[in-house]
Every structure is written in structure tokens, then in C-alpha cells.
DNA sequence: ATAATAGTGGATAATAGTATCCACTATTCA
DNA sequence: TGAATAGTGGATACTATTATCCACTATTAT
């Protein structure tokens, strides 16, 4: 469904809400601890979401990572996804087919879209 | 959402469908050549497929690949999918927590078994 | 100021999935 | 029988993803 770095990227995201929503700002050790992650991958992963400006990093000694308490609750799974995997969820066939498309669609491509929505519609969510 | 070589997979048991209900047999090339996809490459999974008796393949001059006609509208999507690339799109949860089941469900699990049986029920119908 | 901490960014390695090559076997037909 | 055809299977190459390493910068406290 996601990339192994979306995956990670989700699971930090939920892990650093939680301990924002308590006022704790957390490591990159923390983080990779509590999810279960590469250390030096993960760092990767926060950077991209820290450029997006989903989460915030701040260096020196007590620095880590944090979000914005208020804004919790408006940050949507699919701001993240897209961040890390970008639309590839999306966009395409699910068969990977080029011609396929509403006027041209392949045998299964209602069914697929329809799955899409629902998707779609669930990442919409907050965490 | 499948791998390269399930949707090859897909597009080749749909070709080889369409041609077999029209009592045409059908060769590598013309299978590779029909859904666009590297030649040596469809050989691999088009052999999975005929050991998974999905469809029949006959060597010699005039071989070729083929499908039953009468068991044509029994064939699943979702055999040719778990043939393919495994039960991988079922299991595990979609944050790939380990500790993550009805009992102890992540913040997401919901939702995604409800999107995950959607697709299942999808997969489960004919070409 | 300086030492310690913590994130940054670029280079690089390991792995899995994708793709190709080639020698081989089975089958058909002349 | 033998030549041509077509799929088989094993070995190998390529590519993107996943993962790691290390030198660097920014920040804080002493």
C-alpha cells in the first residue's frame, strides 16, 4: 500500500503528535525508538516532513522534533503521504496501463476507481 | 497498489481471456508484444501463472498460451494477484505494526480493513 | 569562548524488485 | 530423423528503494 518510508513517516507523525499534545518535544532516538525505525533512515524521513513544514525541528541540545499543538488536529494522513510518496497512489491505472482512462477503461478500471475514492476520502482524516 | 509483475500478470491473463474465447492460442511474443511489457520478463510470470494452472502453456511449433474456455469466467482476479505477488496486499497492518490487530488497533486500522475488504471483494470477480 | 548536544546533508552500501541472456527441452512437421 | 519453433529454467545485470556513515552546522549551557 505505502512505501516503507511512508509507513515510518505516518507512524512518527502520530508518535510526535502524541507527545506534542502533552508538550514534550522528542529526539530523533525517541522517535525511532518508540516506531520501531532505522535511526539513520528515519532522520531522513523527518527532514522531508520538517521541510514541509508538517513537523517542526529544531537543533542544539534540547532540541528535537515537535508539532504545532494547536494545528494536531488539522494535519490530514494525506499531507503526509504525499509528502513521502508523492501521488502515486492516485494517479495511473491500477493495472498500469496507459490507454486507460474514463472513455477507454480498462476492465477493471470502475471498480479501481471507486477504491481510490474510499481511500482518498479515508487519508483525509487527522491523526 | 500491485507489483510490475502482478499487473503484467493481470493484463496478460485478460489478453490471453479474450483471445482463448475466440479459440485463438496465443505466443510469448504476442502476449508481450499486446500488454507492453519486456519479453523475457512476461516468460517468468506467464510460467507462474501456468503452474498455477491459471493457464495452460504448450511447447513445440503452434504452442503457445491459452486459457479454458468453459472455466474462463471462474477465474478470479485474486488468484492471479495472490499467485503473483503473495497474500502481501492482505495481511499486516497498513502502518506495518507489528502490534497492531482488532484487540490493540492503530489509529487507522479501521479504516483500512474496511478500504481492504472493498478491495477484496473486488478482486473476487471475473475477467 | 568552548564543549556537548542534536539535527542536516551528501556520499555510499545493501537489498529487493525488475529485466535480460542463453543454453536446454519438448513438440511439430517435412 | 532432423530442423525449426516455442516454452523452461538458471544465471546474471539493472534500478529504485531502503538503509547507513560521516563530516558539518546550529544551538544551548557552562
Same mark, same amino acid.
Given at each position: ?23 514534550? &518535544? @522528542?529526539? !530523533?532516538?525517541?522517535?525511532?525508538? *518508540? ?5 539513520? #533512515?528515519?532522520?531522513?524521513? $523527518? ?26 488536529? &488539522? @494535519?490530514? !494522513?494525506?499531507?503526509?503521504?504525499? *509528502? ?5 497512489? #492516485?494517479?495511473?491505472?491500477? $493495472? ?32
Amino acid at each position: 500500500m505505502f512505501s516503507k518510508a511512508c509507513e515510518y513517516g505516518i507512524r512518527a507523525a502520530i508518535y510526535i503528535a502524541e507527545q506534542s499534545n502533552q508538550n514534550k &518535544k @522528542v529526539s !530523533l532516538k525517541d522517535v525511532a525508538k *518508540a516506531i520501531e525505525s532505522p535511526e539513520a #533512515y528515519t532522520s531522513k524521513i $523527518l527532514q522531508k516532513l520538517s521541510r514541509c513544514n508538517i513537523i517542526n525541528a529544531s537543533k542544539g541540545p534540547t532540541g528535537g522534533f515537535s508539532m504545532d499543538k494547536q494545528g494536531l488536529d &488539522k @494535519v490530514k !494522513l494525506s499531507t503526509i503521504v504525499s *509528502a513521502l510518496d508523492g501521488d502515486s497512489i #492516485y494517479v495511473g491505472c491500477g $493495472l498500469g496501463l496507459k490507454q486507460c482512462n474514463a472513455k477507454m477503461p480498462c476492465p477493471v478500471h470502475n471498480q479501481f476507481k471507486e477504491i481510490r475514492n474510499e481511500l482518498k476520502k479515508m487519508l483525509e482524516t487527522t491523526t
